[in-house]
């Protein structure tokens, strides 16, 4: 049984010129102990549909699915109070920007064990022990002085680390990060990667990995999803995804990466897109470049 | 014959914090004695992470800042700014795209007025003349001259920094400084990005200075890498002599830590994984 179900996703908000649909009938399902990653520009609907099975979402958007079942538990019946039970124990997320998904009123420890009593209640002896192996676990230094520590008094990649130790407190069987390395460095990037993968498959939770990120994708995914303005461009393995990709879009977003770079242009997404012979228009507008 | 565009010698920059009734204050030295020059038309790449000084560096360089110490030299001129204030014709010289082309551009003022505003300040050019120079600059980068009366919250992401880009090239300048300028951006955007400052490097003949974090950026657009690491250059050389033999631990860290994307390395990590 897969762990998570996605049939015919649709998610549109309404906007004052009429609804925009951000996200166009996609259908994902992912197993437990999996690494899936979900790639996308901005504005291809890749972190809308997650939010969408947290229930995040605003007001304004209307969520239609055939089906959406967590564990075999139909989320689209559940109401709001017995979802609030599953999301951030079983399904837990991590989100892009650290500094802004922690609230800066409270220390690190807090924050880390409020999800403890809410979700476990656990008692405070039991919490502080908890938080403590918990910081332990994602690989933060002194974790009984950072316990007490705002977000603004560490790091980018210290706050990224007390988000994931505030998403796996519970033992979820599924983990959304929503561009987790976006906004740190790149040695801090292989760092919180390594981190991540490495409890994914300590815990054997199933890993759904939100990112523009080529090079993240080969790092981490066992399979790809290739979304593109709200539909799902292509579902692979990850080695046959870079081997031989099937949709343009694919190849596009794979070519336009400098390292792949022939000659001294970088072919865009829109000499693959909408030009009949992609490779015909590649080299008509290096030479053009040249000349 | 090169000429050498920029050069800077045991550049220095330290900055005093703190220091309050109860609280001694202390010194951090952001950039700590770094040298480097520039020929004209080629690109140094400034590599490193958050807090290395990079930034600080651009600042000095930009002429926003003066140094602490060390010596800077634009045109083969020593330029001073703590002693001799910035003249019309430096900041005509320099200019700067910054990293999120979101927050660099005023969201009160048209792209028309954005573009016009470095020649109302630092030329005595009449309005229409400067309107003309604008609309040639929106055609240069790419955008036409139907933008001209829009704000910038009608752009995407990538049409926000060219616009960057031409306000900066407004004034013709020798040197551009370009702090993470594709860092914000989608790689599809990313890519146009690149390709719009190496077209506009061939024509105006530009010298830059690109800071950035990203690897594979670096090696696609740099002449020459300077990596930094706590406000010390580690290794300067040109690209193929850094990339090809990191000497610097640092360096090697962080070629080691960036994502490779190739199907080899896929392989590698799979059968790492069946094992």
Redesign the interface.
Known sequence: MPLLEIKNLTVSFDTAAGPFMAVQGIDLSIEPREVLAIVG??GSGKSVAMLAVMGLLPNTATVKADRMAFDGIDLLELSPSERRKIVGKDISMIFQEPIASLNPCFTAGFQIEEVLRFHLGMDRAQRRARAIELMKLVGIADPEERLNSFPHQMS?GQCQRVMIAIAIACNPKLLIADEPTTAL??????QI?DLLVGLQAKYGMGLIMIT????????TADRVIVQYKGRKMEEAD??SL??SPKSNYTR???S????N?VG???????DMLFEPAPSAAGAGSATG?AS | MSVTVLEGKNIVRDYHVGGGLFRASRTVHAVKGVSFSVDKGKTLAIVG??GCGKSTLARIITLIDPATAGELFIDGNKIDIAKNGLTKEMRRKVQIVFQNPYGSLNPRQKIGDVLGEPLLINTDKPADERRDLAMKMLKKVGLGPEHYNRYPHMFS?GQRQRIAIARALMLNPSLLVLDEPVSAL???????V??LL??LQDEFELTYVFIS?????V???ADDVMVMYYGEAVEYGSRDEVFADPKHVYTK??F????????A???A??AKKAA
Do not use: C, W
């Open positions: 520009e901005s980018g460095d790149v040695t801090i990037q292989k990667l523009h990120n080529m090079g993240v994708v080969a790092e990850v080695l870079f081997e596009a977003l794979l336009a990466l400098p390292e770079a001294d242009r970088l072919p865009t997404i829109s470049a | 992470e958050s992401g989608d790689l599809s955007v990313q890519a146009q690149l390709n190496a077209d974090h990203d690897l594979s950026v090696r696609y657009i860290t962080l080691a830590a960036t994502p490779r994307a190739d199907v390395s896929i392989k990590r799979l």
